[in-house]
């Protein structure tokens, strides 16, 4: 029997007029690699800056890992276990990738902010564990060998790999990627899929989007389709991909 990690039911999002996401509901399996698909502006950032509490939703229920996950803050809901990346890559641009993954690690940290101004012996030795860890989450992702780089002056494929460590190092139960494949060339794209097949067979749990429907068809458990801010589709890649709604609304002749 599959393990619930994420259930919403019935959110709404409007912006002013407009309603974004209207009245959807999905379920994400621990351990299953769930995908999000839908023509632009169909809704699937704002599901997942609803997902993350950047967006308050208006209306619906959303409980993660047994917990009431409905309008919770940012960082409640990194807290509690959900990490994501950006459409638009988000580092600090200024920073060495090393620096940027051990921002994302610094949530775990316990010594606390006077510990870091009094620079006690507990406060060095977390930052080195924290400085280990980066290291650590550089090589799982496949770039220790830019770990001093700048992010600005990393290509974007690294850039994009930066990302997923960064959000890794906050320790996720599940890793929600929007795009991550966006720019990418066949063979970054090739590597970035296996990459997220090892994350999800070393058991986190993975929410994407993506517009690369072969892709998603290869590698998502199941996957969700949204049109217009509702669902009008949710299954296995092959059930989802024969259906006249979601052919008619996304997939047309291009992709076939
Ligand atoms: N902050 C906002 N204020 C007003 N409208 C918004 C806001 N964010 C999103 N929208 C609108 O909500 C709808 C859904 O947008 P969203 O970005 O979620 O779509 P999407 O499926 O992610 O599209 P894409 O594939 O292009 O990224 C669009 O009509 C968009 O213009």
Request: with cysteine.
């Amino acid at each position: 029997m599959a393990e619930t990690l994420l259930k919403i039911e019935g959110i709404v999002k409007r912006f002013g007029g407009l309603v974004a996401l209207n009245n959807v509901g999905l379920t994400i399996n621990k351990g299953e690699i769930y995908g999000l698909i839908g023509p632009n502006g169909a809704g699937k950032t704002t599901l997942f800056n609803v997902l993350t509490g950047l967006y308050m939703p208006n209306e619906g229920s959303f409980t993660f890992a047994g917990k009431d996950l409905f309008r919770a803050k940012p960082h409640v809901v990194v807290g509690t276990g959900i990490a994501r990346t950006f459409q638009n890559i988000r580092l600090f641009a200024e920073m060495t990738a090393l620096e940027n993954v051990m921002v994302g690690r610094h949530i775990r940290s316990k010594a606390g902010a006077l510990g870091a101004v009094l620079r006690t012996k507990r406060t060095r030795e977390e930052e080195q564990a924290i400085e280990a860890k980066a290291w650590e989450l550089l090589e799982y992702v496949g770039i220790s060998s830019v770990a001093d780089e700048r992010a600005r002056n990393l290509s974007y494929g690294h850039q994009r790999r930066l990302e997923i460590a960064r959000a890794l190092a906050t320790e996720p139960t599940l890793l929600a990627l929007d795009e991550p494949a966006a720019g990418m060339n066949p063979r970054e794209t090739a590597d970035l899929k296996d990459l997220m097949a090892k994350i999800r067979n070393d058991g986190v749990t993975i929410l994407l989007i993506e517009h690369d429907v072969k892709l998603m068809m290869g590698l998502c458990d199941r996957i969700a389709v949204l049109d217009y801010g509702k669902k009008i589709a949710e299954g296995v890649p092959e059930v989802v991909r024969n259906d006249p709604k979601v052919i008619e609304a996304y997939l047309g002749v291009a992709h076939e």
